[in-house]
């Protein structure tokens, strides 16, 4: 039973893996090659949890071979999307890109041909699971498939250490240093597949595709703490909202008051918890109100003039609308400009 379980959660990471390389993918448009590098990292991780758990489930051993190639494989994609991360932030030139990613992924190919096929593996049906055994597999195809992971392993660690030594901020060679040291736990997960132990013959595959799907969520975690840094409309947004000197209120639908910054606060006399509203701010009669909320609730901009109560001036309120992923609005943008 333990074998079963072990297996729903490389079905479970999977699910997760694919869920956040495409939410990060879509949410973070501004982070350039590294949203797509998110993508690829974690769409390895799907092909690898999915095609080992898949591979557990399936009680014909004559179809085992086809997950256990979509998990192997993404082991090798993994190894290549992390290559091309690093290839990328140390600033190679792109005809050295070019040429050394097309050396590796030919490489790639030809470890996936030899070592991803049926006969490498003895595929062995156990009362609720299948599992894989490489007892008696060629030595020299073993040798192969380990030559490719370590070599790629000691290009990421050396390429690491001078992409550590080219930055000055401690919170980049901090980034840095926490990404080499987390690809360490795939190298310690990967000792149980040498090793000839009990656990390795139940569960050949459990061990380095958990750890590598924990790699992988390390990866989006301090990625997500490194773009923080990053000077981006989404980072700074907060900051020029609360600084800038003009009174800006972000109304609902319904025309209440959510969220405003400093400058409207002092400038309409708001107080934080207060149920305000369009006409409680501002001297809007119902049918000016009901015809703005009418025209955000289609839409469109809208400029009109009023008068602030707290202190009867004159003012143009200009609304923007907000929408949302369907593209429907959801909140009102109002600028207070003087008349």
């Not at 498939?145 to 980049?172: A, M, N, P």
Request: charged share 20%; aromatic share 16%.
């Amino acid at each position: 039973m333990l074998g079963i379980f072990l297996n729903l959660i490389l079905i479970a990471l999977a699910t997760l893996s694919l869920a956040t390389g495409i939410s990060f993918f879509i949410q973070e448009r501004d982070s350039g090659y590294l949203r797509v590098h998110i993508l690829l990292f974690n769409l390895a991780v799907f092909c690898i949890c999915a095609g080992y758990g898949l591979m557990a489930f399936i009680p014909d051993i004559r179809y085992a071979p086809i997950p256990r190639l979509i998990g192997f494989a993404g082991i090798d994609f993994f190894l290549l999307a992390e290559l091309s991360f690093v290839f990328r932030e140390l600033n190679v030139r792109y005809n050295w890109y070019l040429l050394g990613m097309g050396f590796f992924i030919a490489w790639a190919l030809l470890d996936i041909v030899i070592f991803g096929r049926p006969s490498v593996v003895e595929f062995i049906r156990l009362e609720y699971y299948t599992i894989y055994s490489h007892d008696n597999m060629d030595e020299r195809l073993h040798a192969f498939h380990y030559i490719f992971v370590s070599v790629i392993g000691l290009i990421l660690f050396v390429h690491g250490v001078l992409w550590f030594k080219t930055k000055t901020l401690k919170r980049d060679k901090r980034f840095v240093l926490e990404l080499i040291l987390s690809n360490f736990i795939i190298l310690f997960a990967s000792i149980t597949d040498i090793v000839n132990a009990d656990f390795t013959h139940k569960f050949p595959s459990f061990s380095y595709s958990s750890a590598i799907a924990f790699t992988n969520f390390s990866l989006w975690f301090f990625f997500k703490q490194h773009i923080v840094f990053n000077p981006t409309v989404k980072n700074v947004s907060k900051e020029v909202f609360y600084s800038i000197d003009v009174p800006v209120l972000i109304f609902d639908m319904e025309g209440k008051v959510k969220l405003f910054n400093p400058c409207a606060q002092k400038t309409l006399r708001l107080q934080e918890g207060a149920d305000a509203n369009l006409r409680s701010v501002f001297t809007l009669s119902d049918v000016e109100t009901l015809i703005l909320l009418n025209h955000s609730k289609q839409g469109n901009e809208t400029k009109l003039a009023s008068r602030i109560k707290a202190d009867d001036k004159e003012c143009q309120l200009c609304c923007s609308i907000k929408k949302d992923n369907l593209n429907e609005p959801f909140c009102i943008i109002c600028t207070v400009l003087p008349r």
